[in-house]
């Protein structure tokens, strides 16, 4: 039978005791997306390898990727969600339209030059 108090009492229990999650419970060769600490941004992330007290990750921004090792009892704040085959297929042609995008830049910057020195060439004869 209830008791008064007694559902109140597990809610403040339950809100007081956050189980943290650690890099032992991220499987080899899956991505996730993370925060590992509180006030930092989401972060996608793999697991490359482990060893008995460590794990081999690999973190990837924006626009870099760092390869770093961690304890297995280092605490990760939150482990947002395990990443499918689908999501990766999609990360990976964002990231080929934005590397499509930056090298026709990058060629159009190259022409600009060309045509510059072309100009100067032929202001000099």
């Known amino acids: ?4 108090g007694t559902l109140k009492s597990i809610l403040i229990i339950k809100k007081t005791f956050t ?3 650690t890099f032992a419970n991220l499987e080899v ?3 996730y997306l993370v925060k590992i600490k509180d006030g930092e941004e989401v972060t996608m992330i793999q697991v490359a390898m482990e060893t008995e007290k460590c794990v081999l990750v690999c973190e990837f921004g ?3 990727e760092t390869t770093l090792w961690k304890k297995k009892e280092d605490t990760i704040l939150e482990i947002v969600e395990e990443l499918t085959e689908q999501h990766l297929d999609e990360y990976e ?3 080929l339209d934005e590397w499509d995008s930056e090298d026709e830049d990058y ?3 190259e022409d600009d030059e060309d045509d ?10």
């Open 19 to 21: 189980v943290m999650t």
């Open 62 to 64: 924006e626009d870099f």
């Open 29 to 31: 060769d899956k991505f």
């Open 107 to 109: 060629i159009q910057d």
């Open 93 to 95: 042609a964002v990231l």
């Open 1 to 4: 039978m209830h008791q008064p």
């Open 116 to 125: 510059d020195k072309k100009k100067k060439k032929k202001k000099k004869k």
